[in-house]
């Protein structure tokens, strides 16, 4: 824009150049705030993970998961006792599937 502004002669123009000038600050300001939107999020995240961790997650839904199928707890002891069996567990599609060797 700035080459286009130089050969029509507006760069002599009070009026265009504060235009700009105008422009340049809303844009930066504009720029400045959306990258503090993002740091919101992430610091959000960040406290989610903090309060929440991820291990602490998949233990819960591992257990979930070992409650529902019967397998573990207080009562029933370990999976090697109570199945017979190990328990692998792998993360597939955001859901914990048993893997029997």
Known sequence: MIPISYFMGWLNSVVYVSALSLWALVSGHWAAWQAARVEVVQEQQAEAERTYPLEDRVADR???????EGVGGAASGSAQANGQRSLALREAGGDLQPITP
């Open 62 to 68: 591992v257990m979930e998961r070992l409650r529902r």
